[in-house]
Nanobody
Framework: EVRLVESGGGLVQAGGSLRLSCAAS????????IVWFRQAPGKDIEGVSC????????YYADSVKGRFTISSDNAKNAVYPKMNSLEPEDTAVYYC??????????????????WGKGTLVTVSS
């Protein structure tokens, strides 16, 4: 059974930092992408960042470029987005998703094969 478990969410003041984690298990592919999405209250889900296991390629939404970085530990199938200079607009539930086929755009939620349950990030002003 494929499982994705997010952790690291919480309450932080504007300007602060958080590091999330996504632990993936139950699959054997060595060529996959882990994508982070977020959904703010009343808004559509948004692709935030992505890392590809095979070559370490990373992708970021324009809204987080320069503030968020994503890294991975392939031996653990774990991904760690580091979020700096957080803004109240970053408040959302953050989900990690597993893309085993990488046939669609990195931020296409319909292209994901498995999802975690999410972790809440709240940024206070």
């Amino acid at each position: 059974e494929v499982r994705l478990v997010e952790s690291g969410g919480g309450l932080v003041q504007a300007g602060g930092s958080l590091r999330l984690s996504c632990a993936a298990s139950g699959f054997t592919s060595d060529d996959y992408a882990i994508v982070w999405f977020r959904q703010a209250p009343g808004k559509d889900i948004e692709g935030v960042s992505c890392i590809v296991s095979s070559d370490g390629s990373t992708y970021y939404a324009d809204s987080v470029k320069g503030r968020f970085t994503i890294s991975s530990d392939n031996a653990k199938n774990a991904v760690y987005p580091k979020m700096n200079s957080l803004e109240p607009e970053d408040t959302a539930v953050y989900y990690c998703a597993l893309d085993l086929t990488q046939e669609e755009g990195w931020d296409e939620e319909g292209g994901m094969d498995y999802w975690g349950k999410g972790t809440l990030v709240t940024v206070s002003s």
